[in-house]
C-alpha cells in the first residue's frame, strides 16, 4: 500500500522593501556630510574675512569706541587661529595707540565649542602701546572706552561676564608714553605679563594678573614720572625735569570687565637716585616753613626708596616716600609722604612729616624750638593745585617758645626791677604786688612770641640807624615786658626850690 507524503505549503513571500526608506536615510547622512564639509570650509573662510571679524569684536565689545582691524586671519577647526597685523583705531580717527604683531591661540573652532568658550593658551606677540598726554594729563587711551554719562553719573558699575576663558600671555610689548610738557617720548624696556580671564564668584568676569616685574632699573624721564607715576608719588607731579632710575613690580592686579577702573592693585615703586627740580608740593612745603628757606634748584628722593602703593576704589595710595630737601651749611630736610590720589580727578588727601634736625642755629627763637621736632602738614588740593593744610604743629612749636620764655619770668622780673623800680601813681595808694604776672591766654602764647621776634628785629633795625648816625639810640621797651609787669609809671621827678 502506497503511502503519500503530505504537500508542504509553499514560504510567504516577503514583503517588498521600501526602498524609499533608504533613500531618505542615505539622502539625509548625505546632506549632512555635505552640509558638514560646507561648514567645515565655510565657517573658518567666513571667519576669515578681516572685516567680519571686525564686526564680531565690535558685538562682543560694545563698549569699544574704535574699530579693530586686522591683516591676516587664519582660522581653523583643529588647527590654531593666529591673527597678524592688529590695529585699534579710535572713532574719532587719531592715529592708533595699540598695535599688536601677532595673536595665536592654541584651540581650533571645534575645541572651542565643546570646552564652552574656552579659547586656552593665547600668546600676543610684540605689542605696542602709545600713550599720548593731552594738557590735562588725560590719556589717549581712556577715549578708546566709550563712556555712559548716565551711568557715570549714578555711580553704577558697567561690569558683565565675559563669553570667553582666556590664559593669555603678553610677550615684549612696548609702551611709548609721549607729553606736552616733555619734548622727548619715554619708551620703554621688553614687557612680560601673564593673565587670566575667568569668571568670579558673583557672575561677573574679570582679568587677574600674575606677580610679576613690569620694569627694571628704567629711565626716570619726564613723561613718565609726572604722568603715570606722579598718581604713586605725588612729588614728581609737575617737575621742572628728573633724572634717575626706577623699578615697577606688581604683587597682584584684577580688573573687571566692563569697569577697569573699578580694578584692585597693589605693588612697589623703587626708585634709585632720583633726582628732580622741585614742582609746587616742595614749593609750597619750602615757602611754608618759617625758618626762611629758599626754594633749593633741586631735590633728591632718599636712596633706594621702595614705595608701596595700592589702587582700591578708584584711589591710589602710597606709603614709605621719602625725600630730601636741601638746608645751609650742608644740611638735608627729610621728608615723608603717605596718603591717597584720586584717579578720576587727580585729588590729594596727603600727609608730610617733617623731621627738624636737631642741630639748627639757636639764634632765632621759632627756629630753635623746632630743632629735633617733627613737623606734620596735610596736603589736599590736586596734583595741579596742591594746597598745604596745617594742622597746628608749627603752632605748638611757638607755644613751647612762650612756655620756656615764661619760665623764666622771676629772673626776667628781677632784672627789669633792678633797670627801672617800679612806682604806685599815688602816695596815698598802697604798691601793688607786682610780682604776679597778669593771667596770659593762648592766643596770649603766640602773640608774645611774635612780639619778642619784632622787638628783636625793631631794636637791631634801630642801633643801626643810630650807628650810622652817630647817636646812642634809646632803650626802648616790648610787649614782652609790658604783658608781664603791666603798664609802667616813670618815676616822680622831686620839686624844685
Do not use: C
Not at 633792678?418 to 604786688?433: F, K, L, Q
Amino acid at each position: 500500500m502506497a503511502v503519500t507524503a503530505p504537500a508542504l505549503s509553499p514560504k510567504p513571500a516577503p514583503p517588498p522593501r521600501r526602498r524609499w526608506l533608504s533613500k531618505l536615510v542615505r539622502s539625509t547622512i548625505a546632506v549632512v556630510v555635505i552640509v558638514v564639509a560646507i561648514s567645515s570650509v565655510a565657517v573658518p573662510w567666513w571667519l576669515s574675512n578681516s572685516e567680519r571679524l571686525s564686526g564680531i569684536v565690535a558685538s562682543l565689545v560694545p563698549d569699544l569706541d574704535a574699530t579693530v582691524s586686522f591683516d591676516r586671519v587664519r582660522v581653523g577647526w583643529t588647527g590654531p587661529i593666529v591673527l597678524e597685523g592688529i590695529k585699534v583705531m579710535p572713532a574719532d580717527g587719531s592715529p592708533s595707540p595699540v598695535g599688536i604683531l601677532r595673536i595665536e591661540g592654541e584651540h581650533g573652532l571645534l575645541a572651542m565649542l565643546l570646552s564652552g568658550g574656552d579659547l586656552g593658551r593665547v600668546v600676543m606677540e610684540h605689542p605696542t602701546v602709545d600713550v599720548a598726554f593731552d594738557k590735562d594729563h588725560v590719556m589717549n587711551i581712556e577715549r578708546l572706552i566709550r563712556q555712559d554719562d548716565a551711568q557715570i553719573a549714578a555711580g553704577s558699575p558697567r561690569r558683565r561676564r565675559a563669553a570667553a576663558h582666556i590664559r593669555l600671555e603678553v610677550e615684549d610689548a612696548i609702551v611709548r608714553i609721549t607729553a606736552p610738557w616733555a619734548a622727548e617720548t619715554w619708551v620703554s624696556d621688553p614687557i612680560t605679563i601673564r593673565a587670566t580671564l575667568a569668571p568670579t564668584t558673583d557672575g561677573y568676569s574679570e582679568w587677574i594678573i600674575d606677580p610679576v616685574q613690569l620694569l627694571a632699573d628704567a629711565r626716570m624721564d619726564p613723561p613718565v614720572a609726572s604722568g603715570v607715576l606722579a598718581y604713586i608719588a605725588p612729588i614728581l607731579a609737575d617737575a621742572t625735569r628728573t633724572s634717575g632710575r626706577f623699578s615697577l613690580s606688581l604683587a597682584r592686579a584684577r580688573f573687571p570687565v566692563g569697569d577697569p577702573g573699578g580694578g584692585t592693585v597693589s605693588g612697589t615703586l623703587s626708585m634709585h637716585e632720583v633726582v628732580l627740580g622741585p614742582g609746587p608740593l616742595v614749593a609750597d612745603l619750602i615757602e611754608s616753613l618759617p625758618a626762611g628757606f629758599l626754594r633749593p634748584s633741586a631735590i633728591r628722593i632718599a636712596d633706594e626708596s621702595v614705595v608701596k602703593f595700592r589702587l582700591a576704589d578708584r584711589l591710589v595710595s602710597h606709603e614709605g616716600l621719602e625725600f630730601g630737601v636741601p638746608l645751609p651749611n650742608g644740611r638735608r630736610l627729610d621728608v615723608q609722604s603717605s596718603g591717597t590720589v584720586g584717579l578720576d580727578n587727580r585729588a590729594l588727601n596727603l600727609r608730610l612729616a617733617l623731621p627738624i634736625p636737631a642741630d639748627l642755629p639757636q639764634d632765632r627763637p621759632v627756629v630753635a624750638a623746632l630743632a629735633g621736632k617733627t613737623i606734620s602738614l596735610g596736603v589736599a588740593g590736586t596734583l595741579d593745585e596742591p594746597r598745604l593744610v596745617f594742622d597746628g604743629s608749627i603752632r605748638d612749636a611757638a607755644a613751647q617758645v612762650a612756655a620756656d620764655l615764661l619760665e623764666r619770668v622771676p629772673e626776667i622780673l628781677e632784672r627789669v626791677r633792678g633797670e627801672r623800680p617800679v612806682v604806685p601813681a599815688s602816695a596815698t595808694e598802697a604798691p601793688a604786688d607786682d610780682t604776679q604776672p597778669p593771667a596770659i591766654t593762648g592766643d596770649d602764647v603766640v602773640d608774645i612770641v611774635g612780639s619778642v621776634l619784632d622787638e628783636v628785629a625793631r631794636r637791631r633795625a634801630d642801633r643801626r640807624a643810630k650807628g650810622e648816625a652817630g647817636e646812642t639810640p634809646p632803650p626802648r621797651r616790648g610787649r614782652l615786658r609790658e604783658r608781664l609787669l603791666g603798664p609802667q609809671t616813670p618815676p616822680q621827678q622831686p620839686a624844685t626850690e
